[in-house]
């Protein structure tokens, strides 16, 4: 099999708008919770999101393109005009028949379907939608708006699975360029999902915190006292490409990607398994896909929503599945710091995977203030404060409503 590297990134967070930003508020242990700006929350149990700060669609992507765009589609896009630039690709020289656009999106352009159904139930006259709100919706809009920019006629398509979407989107792409049939992907994720109907459904499934008093430690995963996730938005892009093709171009590549695995919980619809049965699975799989022991992985960016019965499980199924190596390697939640994405979760997690290897750190989990008896305090959960030291592998985990499970492994090179 071919092998895989990772030669460009983007990156549109709660805590940075570009990948210099991102990597210096993970080394800070920012918070990028706030008061939600975005729509009144008057009548909403919950009144804070972790929102992308100062992002203005009109400068980055166009001002006619932006209003054809929903906020989840104009994140993609510029996400990856940054990541693309980062790659410093010669789109004259590249053959882009074999490059394709991998895009993960779990809800795609919520606000542009709840902007249309108000106006058409609320509007004055004939009541109409607009032409524009099918392909300012749906999911796979992104990966195409992307490709139609660059002239990218490879693979194309999204991914969709719940929070999952975007680790999904990365192994699909690993898998191509490893079979030959493509030399370099875009890939990643983008969700834009803090809208009167997002922060309603998610409310009333009471999965959100609703510590309104304290926003920027409401995300607080493995602590005792979590009330729920924090609803973040946002974007993360990575370029991947084919070692051969990457040194041939002379590419700056930020690390290898080594394995990928999928599995389901086959459990309930958005509970995990409570032993952690489908999370132990994908980390085994994905470590057998890398060909790699155990013994080899140094950090691994877990989901840690900041529930109270995902952070249990996530933890079982990590003393289960490493033994005595749990408490050896590195674990941290950056949910704790950018709220939790949903769709874009993964890649931006994996971006974070990349730059704790590319700069020797460990993002850390903030928020921490009482333990859970419940968890293992032995494990090293890297509480409040960045570790640095050398990261060689990384382990990416995202889980979604539905069972879905993604591991993405990565190495240092």
């Known amino acids: 099999m071919k092998r895989v590297v990772v030669t460009g990134m983007g990156a549109l967070t709660p805590i940075g708008n570009t990948l210099d930003a991102y990597l210096e508020a993970l080394k800070e242990g920012k918070s990028g919770c706030d008061y939600i700006t975005l729509f009144n929350t008057e009548h909403f149990k919950t009144k804070f999101a972790c929102e992308v700060k100062d992002f203005d669609a009109a400068a980055l992507v166009g001002r006619k393109d932006a209003r054809r765009m929903d906020r989840f589609a104009q994140l993609a896009v510029a996400a990856a005009d940054q990541a693309i630039a980062d790659a410093q690709l010669d789109l004259e020289s590249i053959d882009s028949d074999r490059v394709g656009v991998i895009w993960g999106a779990g809800i795609g352009g919520l606000a542009t379907l709840q902007q249309n159904i108000s106006d058409f139930a609320t509007g004055n006259g004939t009541p109409r939608y607009s032409p524009f709100m099918i392909p300012k919706m749906i999911p796979d809009i992104a990966p195409g708006l992307i490709s139609i920019k660059y002239g990218f006629r490879g693979p194309n398509y999204a991914t969709v699975s719940a929070c999952a979407s975007s680790s999904h989107a990365m192994s699909n792409s690993l898998d191509l360029i490893r079979l030959g ?87 309930h619809i958005t509970a995990p398994h409570p032993e952690g049965l489908g999370a132990k699975n994908v980390m085994k799989n994905a470590l057998a896909d890398a060909k790699i022991n155990l013994e080899d992985v ?40 950018t709220g939790h994405l949903l769709g874009a979760a993964g890649a931006i997690e994996g971006i ?17 203030f009482t333990d859970d008896p419940d968890i293992d305090p032995k494990l090293n959960l890297t509480f409040n404060k960045p570790q640095f030291k050398p990261v060689n592998i990384a382990i990416s985990n995202t889980f979604g409503f539905g069972g ?3 591991s993405i492994v990565f190495r240092k090179i």
């Open 181 to 267: 049939k493509v030399d370099m992907m875009i890939t990643g994720g983008s969700e834009a999902a803090i809208t009167e109907t997002g922060m309603g459904g998610f409310n009333a499934m009471k999965a959100l915190s609703e510590r309104n008093d304290d926003p920027a430690t409401a995300s607080r995963p493995f602590d005792a006292d979590r009330d729920g996730f924090v609803l973040g938005e946002g974007a993360g892009a990575l370029v991947f490409e084919e070692y051969e093709h990457a040194i041939a171009r002379g590419a700056k590549i930020y690390a290898e990607v080594i394995g990928g695995a999928a599995t389901a919980d086959a459990y």
């Open 298 to 337: 140094d950090y691994i960016n877990v989901h840690g929503t900041s529930t109270p019965l995902g952070d249990i499980a996530e933890t079982k199924a990590i003393k289960e599945l490493f033994g005595e190596h749990a408490y050896k390697l590195n674990i941290s939640s950056t949910k704790s710091m």
């Open 352 to 368: 974070a995977c990349i730059l704790a290897i590319k700069h020797s750190f460990v993002p850390p989990t903030i928020n921490h």
């Open 404 to 406: 879905h499970n993604a």
